[in-house]
Every structure is written in C-alpha cells, then in structure tokens.
Nanobody, 126 residues
Framework: QFRLVESGGGLVQPGGSLRLSCAASGFDLDNHAIGWFRQAPGKESEGVQCISSSGATTHYAASIQGRFTISRDNAKKTIYLQMNSLKPEDTAVYYC???????????????????WGQGTQVTVSS
C-alpha cells in the first residue's frame, strides 16, 4: 500500500529549527519525486520544495530560500525537510507528496502529485 507519513512537527520559537521527516512505504521511492507543501489556516496550499529521483532540488516558494533544505535517504526510504530560522509565517500543516518521475524532474504544481501524506503541524510562536 502506497503510504507517506510525516513527522517532526511541533511548536518552536521564532528563529528556531525543526526537521520534518516523510517516511515512504509501499512503492519504489527511487523512481519518485517528493515534494513538501504547506497550508496555513485560511490560506491556499503552497509548495515549499521538491527533490527529484536523482536528487535535484526545486524551490517552489521564494520565502524559504536559504532557510529550508530538502534531502532524501533512499536506503531509509525517508525524505527530510530541514527548516532553520523559522518565522511565525511558516506556521502551517506541512505535507509530503510523491509522484513517479525520473531524473531531475520535479512536478511544477501540487496538482501534479498523486500521493499525499496526512500532514504534520508546525507552529512558530513565542
């Protein structure tokens, strides 16, 4: 069964860090691009970053450049999102999503991803 499970969310003060994990099972992760998306209360879903099957990364949101880093460990079937210098506006539910894709390609939009996890809450507040 195709499954994505996010973890690592929580409450953090502004300027702090969190590392989110996305555990994949039931499919061949090597052949999938993985994206991180987020949705804040009352706002539309926003793409954060994507990592292709070959490890190339794509930033969807300019606001996270230089602060967030996506990585993948195919042996552990896990994708990570390291988030540093967190701001209150980063507060959202964070989702990982998977789509079959080869090489350096990352789907350009959330609608292009067929498989989604349940999300993990990140709250940045003092």
């Amino acid at each position: 069964q195709f499954r994505l499970v996010e973890s690592g969310g929580g409450l953090v003060q502004p300027g702090g860090s969190l590392r989110l994990s996305c555990a994949a099972s039931g499919f061949d992760l090597d052949n999938h691009a993985i994206g991180w998306f987020r949705q804040a209360p009352g706002k539309e879903s926003e793409g954060v970053q994507c990592i292709s099957s070959s490890g190339a990364t794509t930033h969807y949101a300019a606001s996270i450049q230089g602060r967030f880093t996506i990585s993948r460990d195919n042996a552990k079937k896990t994708i990570y999102l390291q988030m540093n210098s967190l701001k209150p506006e980063d507060t959202a539910v964070y989702y990982c999503a998977a789509e079959a894709a080869y090489g350096s390609f990352c789907p350009p939009r959330g609608d292009d991803f067929d498989h989604w996890g349940q999300g993990t809450q990140v709250t940045v507040s003092s």
